[in-house]
């Protein structure tokens, strides 16, 4: 989607390898976030960030870390990763809008660990 | 379990008939959101839902939000190939917490049969 870029679009890593997954951002919206899509579980909020340097756990962020350096990039990190991580993951920004928010997904990143 | 429901899990519908998917929520809804994917896309946002009683059009899609029930349906009147694909009810569960964060039910998938 125009504004947002993931990268790699696909992976094939071996069990035990860091991974860091790129979310770009050219809208300079202040909250961006990971989740992940497995089948059966629509998707799972992994972390998320509300500012340059503040980032916050979601329900499933074991095995993972995030870093938020700059506005624009949101990387999600998988320190060791293993093949329970192979999944679909989406980066997502959002900005406020009066009360409710307005979303933006990333295209996806498949990641396979082998 | 989970904090967002949607059933049922998958569909299979001729195509011209209606359909509809529900999705319940065991919290307070303070934005209702729906998508839709094609396998091995991006999400598709359709349509986003406030205030209790509120009811959006999109095409031949229609989705209302029933406050009381703390429950959204989606409607798909005269089904058609093209609607095939996933659908995802996403909820702000939080409100004025301000982190804008999204949970997800766990997908809906419909086939239509030409």
């Known amino acids: 989607d125009a504004g947002i870029t993931q990268s790699p679009r696909h992976k094939v890593t071996e069990t035990g390898t860091p991974v860091t997954l790129r979310c770009h951002q050219t809208?300079?919206?202040?909250?961006m976030y990971w989740y992940r899509q497995d089948p059966g579980h629509g998707l799972r909020l992994i972390h998320y960030?509300?500012?340059?340097?503040?980032?916050d756990k979601g329900e499933v962020s074991d095995g993972y870390s995030v870093s938020r350096s700059k506005t624009e990039d949101f990387l999600l990190t998988l320190e060791s990763a293993t093949s329970s991580q192979t999944s679909v993951y989406f980066c997502?920004?959002?900005?406020?809008?009066?009360?409710?928010?307005?979303?933006?997904f990333g295209s996806g990143t498949r990641l396979t660990v082998v | 379990s989970q904090e967002l429901e949607q059933s049922p899990q998958s569909l299979i519908v001729q195509e011209g008939k209606n359909l509809t998917i529900n999705c319940t929520s065991s919290k307070t809804l303070y934005g209702l959101y729906w998508y839709k994917q094609k396998y091995g896309e991006g999400l598709i946002f359709l349509m986003m839902l406030q205030k209790g009683g509120e009811e959006k059009s999109h095409e031949k899609i229609t989705a209302k939000l029933d406050e009381k029930k703390q429950q959204s349906s989606l409607h798909i009147t005269a089904s058609q190939p093209s609607h095939a694909g996933i659908y995802l009810c996403g909820a702000d569960i939080e409100g004025s917490s301000n982190t804008g964060k999204l949970i997800f039910g766990q997908g809906t998938t419909l086939q239509v049969k030409p």
């Open positions: 997502a920004i959002s900005q406020p809008l009066g009360l409710v928010y307005g979303y933006t």
């Open positions: 809208e300079n919206h202040r909250y």
């Open positions: 960030s509300y500012g340059v340097k503040d980032t």
